[in-house]
């Protein structure tokens, strides 16, 4: 089982910044690929970005240009900076691992349990 524990959530103004963090310790293998989600009240969970331990990256549209993913491979670790933030970017976003095929599509074995993110 691996944990997954995510940090950084808080309010913010519009056109502020937040930066996330997810930690994953000791567990490489299942890490290899490592992705945001997010979800709002009463719609789906959407995909945010994903980046692999070789550094090849993927984006929600909604976020190209505006967030950037990064991914610690000897920390074990997943950041999201988050800039030009907008209202429509509130939700709760979820850390999540464990899958072969890199993209926001695919299925993740691992979930953390959620950071808040409001913007105002």
């Known amino acids: 089982q691996v944990q997954l524990v995510e940090s950084g959530g808080g309010s913010v103004q519009a056109g502020g910044s937040l930066r996330l963090s997810c930690a994953a310790p000791?567990?490489?293998?299942?890490?290899?690929?490592m992705a945001w989600f997010r979800q709002a009240p009463g719609k789906e969970r959407e995909g945010v970005a994903a980046?692999?331990?070789?550094?090849?990256?993927n984006y929600a549209d909604s976020v190209k240009g505006r967030f950037a993913i990064s991914k610690d491979n000897d920390r074990n670790t997943l950041a999201l900076q988050m800039d030009s933030l907008e209202p429509e970017d509130s939700a709760m976003y979820f850390c999540?691992?464990?899958?072969?095929?890199?993209?926001?599509?695919?299925?993740?074995?691992?979930w953390g349990q959620g950071t808040q993110v409001t913007v105002s």
């Open positions: 999540a691992a464990g899958t072969v095929n890199c993209w926001m599509g695919a299925n993740f074995a691992y």
């Open positions: 000791g567990h490489t293998h299942s890490t290899y690929c």
């Open positions: 980046k692999d331990s070789a550094g090849s990256a």
